[in-house]
């Protein structure tokens, strides 16, 4: 940790040194650069497709079996927004009969734009890919939720909300 410092330390004193202040100005041209590069890369045009399920992390869901138990307690992240009895909507609408649904399509809910209009269809791999970073999978989407990059926990709270009771 004390060599990192020290790395940094001079790092700044060296960019004191070297003068001109050109240091500044450089970083625009590549930043634009890399902005181009990515815009042109399709991979980073936007969110996955509906029917696309690849993960960040590379783990197929596929891969894993979901534990109902650990699933019970890791879906506690969920629960201030969401229950899983029907028809209880809270912050987030009910999970209950999730999987095989239509996004948006819990009666009374009021969903944003972004998730009724996704096209998904909340198949396991979908909620799998969706909950690694559900911003990524629906941007816009109103659910304010990080993500959970454990894979495992994904499976098993995937596991649960087949089988709540
Ligand atoms: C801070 C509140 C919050 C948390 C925590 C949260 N959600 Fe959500 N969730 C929402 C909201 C709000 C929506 C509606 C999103 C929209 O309309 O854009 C939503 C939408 C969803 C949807 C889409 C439902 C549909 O009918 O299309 C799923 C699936 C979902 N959440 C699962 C989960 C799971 C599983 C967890 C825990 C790992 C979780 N959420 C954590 C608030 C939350």
């Not at 894993?64 to 809270?90: E, I, W, Y």
């Not at 819990?106 to 969706?130: C, H, M, P, R």
């Not at 894979?151 to 709540?164: C, E, G, S, T």
Request: proline share 7%; hydrophobic share 40%; net charge negative.
């Amino acid at each position: 940790m004390k060599s990192v410092t020290a790395i940094v330390a001079l790092a700044v004193l060296t960019a004191g040194c070297s003068g001109d202040g050109s240091e500044f100005t450089e970083p625009a041209p590549s930043a634009a650069a890399a902005a181009t590069a990515e815009a042109a890369a399709p991979v980073n045009s936007g969110p996955p497709a509906a029917d696309d399920i690849t993960t960040l992390d590379g783990v197929a869901y596929a891969s894993l079996t979901g534990d109902v138990a650990s699933g019970k307690s890791a879906f506690m992240q969920c629960r201030t927004c969401h229950v899983v009895d029907p028809g209880m909507n809270r912050i987030g609408p009910s999970l209950a009969n999730i999987i095989g649904r239509e996004a948006g399509s819990v009666a009374g809910f009021k969903y944003s734009e972004a998730n009724a209009n996704s096209g998904i269809i909340w198949t396991d791999e979908k909620l799998f890919q969706f909950l690694e970073k559900p911003q990524r999978v629906i941007p816009k989407t109103k659910m304010i939720f990080a993500g959970m990059p454990d894979a495992q926990k994904r499976a098993d709270v995937i596991a649960y909300l087949k089988n709540p009771n």
